[in-house]
């Protein structure tokens, strides 16, 4: 699958971004999908995930009540929903998917990977 990620760019403080991730290939609903996010010299980390129907969800403790993953299966795509956003969640934010049924929070579970969209929180 190829993954290609959008949405991204500069907001200030207190605003809003929606990150879209469009798959092309095997079907998209057998995917578990992920955003992770990564800033210079941090290990990449998950943001939200989604199980492959869309029922399960699982956050980062910091975007509880913030951030919203959704998924249209059939659009081949997976979202993020970015409100009230803070300078700390400035960073290049990646959608991947797994080829399985455990949502896991983990990026070494994911086998694909989009080529990142970057996100800039000014305060």
């Known amino acids: 699958v190829q993954l290609q990620a959008s949405g991204g760019g500069l907001v200030q403080a207190g605003g809003s971004l929606r990150l879209s991730c469009a798959a092309s290939g095997r079907t998209f609903s057998t995917y578990v999908m992920g955003w992770f996010r990564q800033t210079q010299g941090k290990e990449r980390e998950l943001v939200a995930a989604?199980?492959?129907?869309?029922?399960?969800?699982n956050y980062k403790d910091s975007v509880k009540g913030r951030f919203t993953i959704s998924r249209d299966n059939a659009k081949n795509t997976v979202y993020l929903q970015m409100n009230t956003l803070k300078p700390e969640d400035t960073a290049v934010y990646y959608c991947?998917?797994?080829?399985?049924?455990?949502?896991?929070?983990?990026?070494?579970?994911?086998?694909?990977w989009g080529q990142g969209t970057q996100v800039t929180v000014s305060s």
């Open positions: 989604i199980s492959r129907t869309g029922v399960s969800t």
């Open positions: 991947a998917a797994d080829v399985g049924v455990v949502v896991y929070n983990i990026p070494e579970k994911y086998e694909y």
